[in-house]
Each structure stands twice: as C-alpha cells, then as structure tokens.
C-alpha cells in the first residue's frame, strides 16, 4: 500500500448507506474509499449461520427501497439484485385474509380496502404510489432560506395533484391514526397499518407525521410487495457492493477508523485504529470526509468534542430515542409453526394481536412510557413474525436434514440507555423476554411453539443489534424518532438536516444521522448525492437524476440536470 494513500472521498462505515454512496460517485466518476470496522460490510443487511445450514437474518430483512431512483441509476440488475415482486399477487387481495386479532381474523370491509387504495395512490390511471413515497423518503430537505409551508411540502403537493380528497391543512397537524379514521372502517386494519410504521420509521402515534408514518407502512406493504429479496437482503447489499467495485470503489474491512484528521477546520482524512489491517494508518480525502456512522460516534469519538461547538454537540446528545429498540428472535423448529383454529389458513405472520388502538397504545406505554420491562400480559403482547410464504423457495432457509425457520419475529423494548433500570438491564432479560414472547405466541395463533418442537432459538437483544453494526443507535435502524421535530428539515437537528456539518468538508450519510432514517433502502445516499452536486464536489452523468421536489440552495450549483 503506498505510503501517501488519497482519494476524493473517504467513507466511514460499510453498511448500506456508505457502500450505495460510494456506488453513487465511483459511476459518476470519482476515486472512494470506504472504511469499515468488521470483517465483512453490510450492516444490518447481513444474514449469518448460527450453526450450518441453518441461516438467519439478524436485522433487516424486508424490502422497504423499491421505489428508489437507485435501482435505476445504478442498475442492480447487473450486479445480481433478484426479487419477484409479484409472487403475492395482488395487495388487496392477500389482505382479503384480515387482520389478526385475539378471536380470529377481522375482515376488510369496501371502505378499507377503498380508503386504503386511495390513500395509497392507487386509483388513479397511472397510479401515483412510486411518486408519493419518493417525495417522501427519496427527496433532500428544503434550503434553509427556504420557508417550509403547506404549498412546498413534496407529499402535500403530491395529493393535492393527483388525489385532492385526501389533501387538507389539518394532514400536518395530525397523527396516523387521525388520518385513517378519515378514510378507514376497521379498528384491526388501522392498527396494522400503525404497527408497520411504529416498527418501521414514522410512529403512527406521532402528531404531525400522519403521511411520513403512512408512507412507512405502504412502502413494505405494496411497492416491497413485503418480500425477501433472493438471499435476504445481505444478498441486496452484495448487488450494490458489485456495483461500486465495478466502478472502481475501494472497500476495506478490518480497518477500524480512530479519528477524522481536521486541518484548520477542515476534514482532509482519517487516522485508522492501530489494529486496522494496513500498513498505513492515515488516509487522505482531497474533496471530502463521509461519516456513515451514527451522529454521536461521529462528532463524540471520530471528531472530539474539543472540535464542535458545545451547544450542537449538546443537542446532538439529547436527540431523542424514543423510537423504541428492538428484540429479534429466531425459531428453529422440527415441523413448520401452524396456526390453530380461528387463524387456521389464513395467519401466514405479521402483527397479533391487533384488535385495538388499545392494545397498541399499551404497548406505546411500556416503551415510551414505563420504559421498563413489558407489564402487558403474554396475550395481549404485540408481536411481529416473518412469514415463511415471504422467502424464495428455491432460496432455503435450512439445508440440514430436518427443521424450519421463523426468523425474525419483532419486539418493541425501550431502548437500552432509556431502561429505568440501567443501561444493562435489557440484556439481563435476554431469557425472560424470549420465554415471554414464546408464551405470547403460544397462546395466540401458533399451536405448535413448545419444547417438543423447538430445537433452538436464538435472541438478539438490542445492545447485541448495536454490538455488531455499531452504526445503530439505540439498538435498531430506527433509534431516533421520525416525529415533526427531527423531520426532513429539522432532522436530527437543523445544522446538519441538509448532510453538511459545521465541519467543512465533512458530511453525514447514515440512518440515525439524516433525513429520512429507518429502513429506506439508498434515500440517505441519493439525497446526500444533491448536496455533494450543489457544492462542485461531484458531476454524474446523464444517468442521474434528481427528485422533482428538490430546491436548489441559493449561492449553490443545482443538482437538476438542465434541460
């Protein structure tokens, strides 16, 4: 390796986020290096053996990026992204099944499945679903000379254009709930679509986010089509990483970054730790520093407090987690789990019990509220399983002689640093939590969940998520919350929304870092990509694009391809 290592940009951090932005310039051109810490990239996009043939997703597992401008620009295809969106048929027809609540399946009345549609974007000829959720997730926050009202927000001028019975000014004042008692029938179909947006960004129970935490839910359920890629989503991850290598990109693991180097202000490199397998352990920026780790490693520990101003750093501490963190458990079982009667047939998995915004807000309560270990009886516990109808089948789960996955199945615990007990209290109840949600499964849809029939579980407690992609905070992707006050221009705070710093030369791409967070497969990169084009530090090609509902900064060059 040569003494003097340079590129035009150094990226910290191999997950999904730093990879796709290194994808991102290296086709546009430009020389990268990304830094990362473990032995193999990918973050949360991972999957493991915990013993062989026997595979698991740890974290992320859903497609929640299908609408991203990304598949396009980048064109996966060629680097061996495989999904069949279509296996489920469609959306409203797998929904005609119901919702699963304590006596059975709820079923969808006319009015939820229209309500549904048309807050989806559905009805129209050409349907506008794609165009709403990248005005959304896959567009950068406004300028900050830019005054944000209800005519230049993208998702309101979005409805207003294409389905104006559902625009109105009150949309920003209220909260999921409020929304779908507009435009939905059923108690059960609204929790649903609230419980995919709690686990997935956006709470349903967040005033001021009604659309955001919608958009949260539809992204899973009718443009993900709530499938697993081929492979899983490490399988995804190895497409966009295929990309960026064919590019020119250089990814390194085992290289543990230790400091940002600031000159005279300015990011112009990294030291790495002295255990990073390389001989040299500074590498040098010549255009810019890219953190794609969460906001407080990267101005705590990789910049130095002695380096930001107090007053941010203070407010960088004190962004709010309650997001709520996440226990993953995964089944090993003889004989596949089967649901009894009154679900026979017809629970495949997903959320239960989801009788009522009541059991729901219990479960708001001990998260956000207690914040302590769950009250709630096993029963009434709302949990979240991974089908086994949503794997390739001709992608298995287990190649040894006998068993089956249920992998994973969600759990909302307060996160970690929030516990009432300490910050160790989580991970004491690793064993307890998982025979709590056995019970809760048990007793509910899954008649065949018991020692007979288990052969092993294994549990990731939210400090053993952070432990092992040190990029989450909090111990998930969504960690920070996605409420009206750590949104789109105000996220996480309002010095860094746009992915700049107060340090020239360094810039923010990670989830809990930036606009919009949570699990929005390449919305961080293509947003960051407008920054990085306004401030001269990259040109793509005639291939790139921007979102339709980005404002140019004044003083800058504007990302729009001219016409």
Do not use: N
């Given at each position: 390796m040569p003494k003097d290592e340079r590129y035009d940009f150094v990226i910290v951090g191999g997950g999904p986020n730093g990879v796709t932005l290194a994808a991102y310039l290296a086709k546009s051109g430009a020389s990268v290096c990304v830094l990362e810490e473990r032995p193999e990239a990918g973050g949360a996009c991972e999957n493991t053996e915990p013993i062989a043939g026997v595979k698991i997703n740890p974290h992320a597992i859903m497609l929640y990026g299908a609408p991203a401008p990304g598949f396009e620009q980048l064109e996966l295809w060629k680097y061996g992204w495989r999904i069949d969106e279509n296996e489920m048929g469609d959306l409203m027809a797998d929904a005609s099944r119901g919702v699963a609540c304590s006596f059975g399946m709820s079923p969808l009345t006319e009015k939820d499945q229209l309500g549904f549609a048309k807050m989806a974007g559905l009805l129209t000829q050409p349907t506008f679903t794609k165009e709403l959720l990248r005005s959304v997730f896959w567009c950068p926050p406004h300028p900050p000379e830019v005054e944000v009202t209800i005519d230049n927000i993208p998702y309101m001028q979005v409805y207003k254009k294409y389905q104006p019975d559902v625009w109105t000014e009150e949309m920003l004042d209220m909260d999921m709930f409020d929304l779908m008692d507009e435009h939905l029938e059923s108690e059960p179909w609204k929790?649903?679509?609230a419980v995919v947006a709690w686990y997935s960004g956006a709470a349903g129970h967040w005033k001021g986010v009604a659309v955001p935490a919608w958009a949260c839910a539809i992204t899973l359920l009718i443009c993900g089509r709530m499938r697993v890629p081929r492979g899983g989503m490490h399988d995804?991850?190895?497409a966009v990483m295929r990309c960026a290598l064919a590019?020119?990109?250089?990814?390194?693991?085992?290289?543990?970054v230790d400091e940002i180097i600031l000159n005279d202000g300015v990011a112009v490199g990294v030291r790495l730790r002295d255990n990073a397998t390389v001989g040299e352990k500074k590498i040098w920026a010549k255009k810019a520093v890219i953190s794609g780790v969460d906001v407080r490693q990267t101005f705590n520990k990789l910049v130095g407090p002695s380096h930001v101003d107090r007053g941010l750093l203070q407010r960088v501490n004190d962004i709010s987690l309650k997001g709520g963190s996440i226990f993953n458990f995964h089944f090993y079982t003889r004989e596949r789990l089967e649901a009894r009667k009154p679900w026979a047939g017809k629970f495949l998995g997903g959320g239960y019990p989801q009788d009522s915004r009541e059991i729901y807000y219990d479960h708001v309560a001990d998260v956000d509220g207690r914040k302590g270990n769950p009250t709630v009886p096993p029963e009434r516990a709302l949990w979240l399983s991974t089908p086994y109808v949503r794997f390739e089948p001709t992608?298995?789960?287990v190649t040894r002689?006998?068993?089956?996955?249920?992998?994973?199945?969600?759990?909302?615990?307060?996160?970690?640093?929030?516990?009432?007990?300490?910050?160790?209290?989580i991970n004491k109840i690793k064993d307890q939590i998982t025979q709590y949600i056995i019970k809760a499964m048990s007793s509910g849809p899954y008649e065949n969940l018991n020692s007979d029939n288990i052969i092993h579980v294994w549990t990731n407690s939210p400090y053993d998520s952070e432990f092992r992609n040190t990029g989450l905070i909090g111990g998930t992707w969504c960690g920070t919350r996605h409420c009206r006050d750590q949104w789109a221009e105000k996220r996480p705070v309002p010095e860094l929304a746009r992915y700049r710093t107060p340090i020239d030369g360094l810039y923010l791409c990670n989830q809990t870092s930036c606009h919009p967070g949570g699990l929005f497969l390449q919305a961080i990169p293509y947003n960051l990509m407008h920054i990085l084009i306004e401030d001269g530090l990259v040109e793509p090609g005639?291939?790139?694009y921007s979102s339709?509902?980005?404002?140019?900064?004044?003083?800058?060059k504007s990302a729009k391809r001219p016409q």
């Open positions: 929790v649903q679509q995804y991850f190895h590019h020119g990109a250089v990814v390194r693991t085992c290289c543990p992608d298995r789960q002689p006998e068993g089956h996955i249920m992998s994973p199945v969600y759990f909302l615990v307060p996160p970690p640093e929030y516990h009432v007990d300490g910050p160790d209290a005639p291939w790139w339709p509902y980005y404002i140019p900064q004044q003083g800058k």
